[in-house]
């Protein structure tokens, strides 16, 4: 167990009554309830009860579950009584993999992933223009893969509608950036420049000039990003600020967040910070501190970040490390070569014996790690170090997650629970989008349908989550849970019932889905004990949804409105009027 998380939760004082000892300021002396909700479909996401009627708040915690009679000494003359009326109430979700800061930046600009034609792109792209005026740097992100052959888009292309204006595009899986001509030359990048890595960070180049043409994948495209943008602090969390209230509105009340940085670690967490003394944070944050390669100990900058930014719903969770990059970029990690460039399988971005040796050292200090893989190479790899860890530690119990594993290799699914691995997943990538046939031209169509295996490693034991990855994806970026919900169900895009099924075997029951976005993705974070379900003595982080999941159409579930959301006891989201 993660002994600092435990304090920093308070984690044991669960007595209806006692003061809150996470940052609520209420007075939870009287025995009477703040809220009751009643004639509800309650559904608990644990077996004691599967189902109720009646829920109180009082404080920040839940102080009773069951039918609405035995609430009955718990309304007091300022109770809030609350008719459901039968709508559902349910934990609130829980994120398991998401970018808050890259995210709300990204979404205060015109979004390139939406444009998923060619004509769509040039007209987005003449928004953008029109949006920006003067001369300096144009961003915005979500182009997407399956627009442009494989060695990614041109340069020309963004010359002819910006003329000499510096441009950075980041692809839809943020793994790919591409760049107008001005903007090469003003951080002096040109055909003598070398790759920084090859075959990992590198820039598509003519086969025979050597000249760029026009996109930098992974960390290549970090020498001109950062000689253009300049996002400062206060930028991010001016960005942030109001996507918290829309996270609010989609029924979202934790995450873990995969990169918090704005632009540094400490600016993440200064920022969560400050908008927590301000009142303003509604969301639990479970933050990451990321390798910085080389003799860099991530663990120990965690704890340090730790001791000097934990907040009462936020804190630096865990080690965050990168095994390999995406196959559209080619740069996912396969154990066979793609078959549009037989000479590479990709390449992992870290020596297997580091990554034990970090993996290792997190364990050491009761730090978790979680760790992106997706090609079966990376995948394999990263078990291999995380059961090295578990040997050479005797640490079992302490948080190991991978992230979105795309093409786990069958023969690994049993090691996720015999490691005692998190198997996290963006779910909403599990369809037979466009990005299906443009990725399977590189891996192969075998590796595309078999990728995502979520029920086989929930039938294996594994621990499987759900999270958006936003502003990140495949194809489909989102950070609104209910989307993944639908998705884990029906392995297609949100509403799209008409599209193919991919791998129908796959589909989850919609209480597994739920369960990967609440109980587990709270064990996942360690907090089940606090958050996750809906039971007396948990604090009070709850959604009222317009209908009940279980009883409409799957394909229905990402227009289902959410009328109000609870964090900590407090009401983050009401949606007027509906409920009285
Ligand atoms: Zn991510």
Redesign the pocket.
Known sequence: MNSLLKRSLCFGSVLIGLTACMGSDRDNSAAFADILFHSGRVYTVSSDPTWADAVTVTGDRISYVGARTGAESLIGPDTRIIDLDGKMLMPGLIDS???IFAGSISAQRINLSLADTLDKLAEALLALHDQNSGDGAVYARGWQNHLFPPDGPRKEMLDAVFGDRPVVLDSVD?HSTWFSSRAFEIAGVDAGTADPEAGISFFERDKTTGELLGTARERAGDIIRNALLSFDRSSYKSALEPWLLDAAAAGLTAVYD??ASAPTEQDAYQTLAELEQEGKLSLRVFGSVGYRFDDDDPAARLLDLQSRFTGAYFRPYAVKLYADGVPEAHTAYLLTPYLDRPESTGEPMIAADRMAELITSAFEKDVPVHI?AIGDGAIRMTLDAIEVARNTTGEHDVGATI??MDFVHAADIPRFSELGVVAQTSIQWAAQDPSYDNIGAFVGMQRMHDAYPVKSLIEAGALQTFGA?WP?AAYFSTYKPLDLLEAAVTRQLPGEIEMPVRNPDERLELSDAIAGMTIRAAMQLDADGEIGSIAVGKKADLIVLERNLFEIPAHEIHDVRVLMTLMDGRIVHEAGPGLH
């Open positions: 993999h998401t970018h943020g995969a990169g992106h992230a979105h990855d990140a």
